[in-house]
């Protein structure tokens, strides 16, 4: 990758992940990156969405290399920038992480340290390699829409918990007691629904809770929901849990940090690139924690397209 003096990077600050620890940490972070010799231009990401435009402008200003300091919804906006812009292909932006965020699921999969020095010090490295990315098409208010995610998607049940998820944080909430409030709080409220799923042409038509779509294997913070992901394989792992009542989630609570919970006979396992999924009321989707509404969505895999920095020594590797 070169010496690091001879490149220019963006770095993209969300101030508000982590709880406001983005705002906090900023001068820590900014320190750092000065103290490990890196070049690089400051954008502070201010509403949501920002990221996305920020990351778009910044590869049309000829930036190849950014590093997101913030958490998986903020990298999901700057991989949304990345494939929507149509001036660079996108494998050849390079994006690390700085991860400031409550859940940092993406980082688990491929060996990043949750700790600021160490984590630039892995970016000072520059190991890359190439993952897959999913694309979500749907429609919104009769208006074809495509989005694009980094780690895990989910449907049903799963959806619900984001958007609960999100509704916590924005009260300051945070830490595992989160996920497990809005796992609780989501439970009591949500109906299985008849869905409709296509996984790479096989059909199942079934009462279904959620379905989970892994390029990476974590979510929810730090729940190993596709424990079989591998981010550069060309498949996403499809996770399907269909009708288990509280006494099944509570039986599998230790299982879904584990991934021993896919032994559970209403549990399955798919490897796919192509999944539909529809249901007679439509469904509630989210990528990367990211809300996308109730809908019918076609979820394509598009094979080792986004070139990130990596731990080669921790990369699928846990404990």
Same mark, same amino acid.
């Given at each position: ?13 969300? @101030? ?13 972070? =900014? ?7 890196? !070049? ?12 996305? !435009? ?9 930036? %190849? ?19 929507? !812009? ?46 897959? =990315? ?61 869905? %409709? ?27 190993? !929901?596709?424990?079989?992901?591998? @981010?550069?394989? +060309?498949?996403?792992? =499809? ?25 559970? @006979?209403?549990?399955?396992? %798919? ?9 007679? %009321?439509?469904?509630? +989707? ?34």
């Amino acid at each position: 990758m070169g010496k690091q003096s001879e490149i220019k990077w963006l770095v993209i600050l969300n @101030p508000h992940a982590g709880s406001g620890r983005g705002k906090k940490d900023r001068a820590e972070i =900014v320190k750092l990156l000065t103290k490990y010799g890196f !070049q690089f231009k400051l954008a502070v990401s201010e509403y949501p969405k920002h990221t996305i !435009q920020l990351t778009t402008q910044a590869i049309e200003d000829g930036f %190849h290399n950014l590093i997101i300091a913030g958490g998986d919804g903020t990298l999901n906006e700057a991989v949304n920038g990345i494939f929507s !812009q149509k001036v660079c292909p996108p494998e050849k932006i390079t994006i690390g992480m700085i991860p400031v965020g409550t859940g940092n699921d993406w980082i688990k999969t491929f060996g990043i340290p949750n700790e600021y020095k160490s984590a630039i010090k892995l970016l000072q490295k520059g190991d890359t390699m190439r993952q897959d =990315v999913g694309r979500i098409s749907f429609t919104e208010n009769e208006s074809a829409k495509t989005c694009y995610f980094a780690n895990m998607a989910g449907f049903g049940f799963d959806a619900m918990v984001a958007a609960k998820t999100n509704r916590l944080k924005d009260k300051g909430r945070k830490g595992i007691m989160l996920y497990l409030q809005a796992l609780g709080a989501s439970f009591l409220k949500f109906k299985t629904a008849k869905t %409709h799923v296509i996984i790479d042409g096989q059909e199942i038509d079934e009462l279904i809770f959620s379905v989970s779509i892994g390029i990476g294997k974590f979510n929810g913070g730090g729940m190993m !929901q596709a424990p079989g992901a591998v @981010p550069n394989n +060309g498949q996403f792992q =499809v996770t399907i849990i269909r009708e288990i009542g509280l006494f099944g989630i509570l039986q599998n609570l230790a299982g879904l940090y584990s991934g021993e919970f896919v032994k559970d @006979p209403r549990v399955s396992t %798919h490897d796919a690139s192509c999944v539909v999924i529809s249901s007679a %009321h439509n469904i509630a +989707g989210e990528a990367d924690g990211e809300i996308l509404g109730d809908n019918k969505f076609k979820i394509t895999l598009l094979s080792q397209k986004l070139t990130v920095i990596f731990n080669p020594e921790k990369y699928l590797k846990f404990g």
